[in-house]
């Protein structure tokens, strides 16, 4: 445990870059050879263009990560946050709790409240609008989002009071994890059903990219599936009766375009049945 506290403490960007590079890699081969769905698409201009959304997020990210250090640095220096507050605990039990609220401010609770409030749905929506759903569409978010989920995980660091190793081991995992429950690869039901009380499995979180409610709003969580669970935001559907997308942007015009997709939160409103107003 040690070891990875140091290794963490002082990781350098560019292995950070490695480990969205790698897992990129790594799940876009598994699901070129062992697809959920034969999905007829052109997959580069796809990939295109959500790497193309997946650099802006590291710009984003890369400009205000000093506040996120800082943040950091801040908690530990003055013993804030509830990691701070508790009493001593083994190492590894101290980071899985620490794990466990980050995700629960930086991945589930941003997602719940970008579904409920709609200022922010305009921005979340480009994620939901891709029709065909592979390990590229996890960092599939406009570039206000990214600032948007910025917040949240900033804001979460500061409630756990979680130090700077902690935080790039989170980031680190929600990346991975994120490729991995995005991915297009197809796992027997069994297995999946079983990862998904502990994790966010794939079929798990394909769910959430169904097109119409009350599917779209649920399954919100990122790496662990407990807070879902536990907040009654689980719900399951056959994956044969998935459609990815979202209702109000099926058009390939809408939904297939980058210019489009960065224009999508400042369109006018438009709303469909079964799915809530912009």
């Known amino acids: 445990m040690n070891e990875i506290i140091s290794y963490f403490s002082t990781i350098p960007s560019s292995h950070r870059s490695l480990i969205l590079i790698g897992g990129i890699t790594l799940f876009w081969v598994i699901e070129n050879n062992f697809p959920l769905f034969q999905m007829q698409y052109r997959k580069w201009h796809h990939a295109g263009i959500n790497i193309f959304f997946t650099i802006t997020t590291i710009i984003v990210n890369f400009i205000l990560a000093f506040i996120l250090i800082k943040t950091a640095s801040w908690t530990t220096e003055h013993n804030f946050g509830i990691l701070q507050w508790i009493p001593e605990i083994p190492i590894w039990l101290y980071t899985i709790i620490g794990l466990l609220l980050l995700d629960l401010i930086g991945a589930y609770l941003v ?79 069994k297995l999946d059903l079983f990862l998904s009380y502990f994790i966010v499995s794939p079929n798990m979180h394909k769910v959430h990219h ?17 807070w879902d669970r536990l907040f009654g935001t689980y719900t399951s559907l056959p994956k044969d009766q998935l459609i990815y997308g979202v209702d109000t942007h099926m058009l390939a015009e809408e939904n297939n375009q980058l210019k489009n997709l960065l224009q999508i939160p400042f369109q006018k409103s438009r709303s469909a049945k079964n799915t809530k107003n912009q």
């Not at 206000?144 to 804001?155: D, K, Q």
């Not at 169904?210 to 407990?226: E, K, R």
């Open 210 to 226: 169904h097109y119409m409610l009350p599917y779209t709003d649920s399954n919100y969580g990122n790496i662990f599936s407990v």
């Open 111 to 189: 997602h719940f409240v970008e579904h409920k409030i709609k200022f922010l749905w305009r921005f979340h929506i480009i994620h939901h609008t891709d029709t065909w759903i592979d390990t590229t569409t996890a960092n599939r978010h406009h570039p206000g989002e990214s600032v948007i989920r910025f917040v949240f995980t900033t804001l979460g660091v500061l409630i756990v009071g979680s130090p700077m190793w902690m935080v790039f081991l989170y980031q680190s995992l929600s990346v991975i994890f994120s490729q991995f429950n995005h991915a297009n690869i197809s796992m027997p039901n």
